[in-house]
């Protein structure tokens, strides 16, 4: 494989809270390189390169709390829709024009997104397979998020989905929920892969931080649990923060660290004076993936947090990044994790929206050093063999025919 393009539905700075995206790109142009690739990474404003996309996870654009407005919801979803639909114009031309003079294009990468076809419109002009890569069907999505588009719903599905997802060489979903939702739709499945979000083996390696200050967070508590990732509600950081007080009333000294930002971040501020934890948490605000790593040494576990009865549809970056690291996590028992994780020997399982038994788990791992290294070790284990970048990609690129090896 000589030269590949991955298409990004838009600008950095129009993606805000959208960090885990740009890490996705980056994953798949780091493997791709690896096996031998120029790869180019394609936005409506240009070019970007592996690094580049890594760039822009610390951005400003990226810490968007958002702002309040009197205008109704449904409104301002009509509004972003229209405007996204205007954005997209061009962008196809653009793309054909900007990478006219490559000398042939052996795979196009899309990530899905509303009215989003630059990538197809490459892999049309340079007789390209492409992969549409869905992190979740748009308006499926908003819909189990509240936001029902009840009158345009169909009609952006069937104008702004429908045609990447259909004409598709492979569709590439992240979780089996997605793909149900994406077969319902009108994809044959011998055409749909799980592809979950993967790790970056080069950067995600306790051997390359192990000169990593560990003593950073000693004045939270004797016990520290890290959490990374957008700040949003969903989020459910709450939970984690319950735990940690419930812990803390046993007489356990846990503390937590928060990395990111986003809407939620303020809420999360005043729940921590609320709850009188200043002592013991610590937001540190939004960080560069390049960053992780390091961070993730620093602590001594690492939880996942899910709100009960939270449909969990999606694959967690974080997750894999944290089991990269060999720290021990506390995870919901939902969604993917169950058919990904085994209590007690990957991760350490709690019921989601159960503070009480994140709390138990927090407690646990605490008291007992040796589980912690024993679900650590195996949590590696298990990432490395299953979800680096380098095996997705190969998996993907199998079922298009495309031999892994570089030319």
Not at 151 to 180: H, I, K, N, Q
Not at 314 to 334: D, I, Q
Not at 344 to 364: C, I, K, N, R, W
């Amino acid at each position: 494989m000589s030269n590949a393009v991955l298409a990004m539905p838009r600008a950095p700075r129009d993606w805000a809270g959208a960090g885990a995206l740009w890490i996705t790109a980056a994953g798949w142009a780091g493997a791709l390189r690896r096996l031998g690739a120029a790869t180019t990474v394609l936005t409506p404003v240009g070019t970007l390169t592996e690094q580049e996309c890594l760039a822009n996870t610390s951005s400003a654009a990226l810490s968007s709390r958002g702002s309040r407005s009197r205008v109704p919801a449904s409104l301002r979803v009509i509004a972003r829709d229209a405007q996204r639909a205007r954005s997209m114009r061009g962008y196809d031309r653009a793309a054909v024009h900007l990478l006219g003079a490559t000398d042939g294009i052996d795979l196009v990468w899309q990530h899905h997104e509303l009215f989003h076809t630059a990538g197809a419109a490459v892999a049309d002009h340079f007789d390209a397979p492409r992969i549409e890569y869905v992190h979740a069907p748009i308006v499926w999505e908003a819909r189990r998020w509240g936001v029902a588009r009840r009158v345009s719903g169909p009609v952006l599905v069937r104008a702004g989905e429908l045609p990447a997802l259909r004409s598709a060489d492979l569709v590439a979903c992240v979780t089996d929920e997605v793909v149900a939702e994406v077969e319902r739709l009108g994809v044959d499945r011998d055409r749909i892969i799980v592809s979950p979000m993967g790790i970056d083996p080069e950067r995600f390696d306790p051997a390359a931080v192990a000169e990593v200050e560990l003593s950073r967070f000693d004045d939270l508590g004797d016990f520290i649990v890290g959490w990374v990732g957008s700040m949003r509600r969903f989020h459910s950081i709450d939970l984690a923060l319950d735990a940690v007080r419930a812990a803390r009333r046993q007489g356990h000294r846990i503390g937590l660290v928060i990395a990111g930002d986003g809407q939620d971040r303020q809420r999360i501020e005043s729940l921590v004076q609320e709850m009188e934890l200043t002592d013991a948490v610590r937001l540190l605000g939004q960080i560069s993936n390049d960053a992780v790593p390091a961070l993730l040494a620093s602590v001594d576990a690492a939880v996942i947090t899910a709100g009960a009865q939270q449909q969990f549809h999606y694959s967690p970056l974080k997750l894999r990044e944290y089991l990269a690291m060999a720290r021990p996590v506390a995870v919901p028992a939902t969604g993917e994790i169950t058919r990904l994780l085994d209590h007690g020997h990957t991760a350490m399982l709690y019921e989601p929206g159960d503070s009480a038994g994140l709390a138990d788990v927090f407690v646990q791992l605490a008291s007992d050093p040796a589980l912690r290294e024993q679900v650590g070790s195996a949590g590696r284990e298990l990432v490395m063999r299953t979800a680096t970048w380098d095996i997705l990609v190969a998996e993907a690129l199998d079922r298009l025919g495309l031999a892994g090896a570089p030319t």
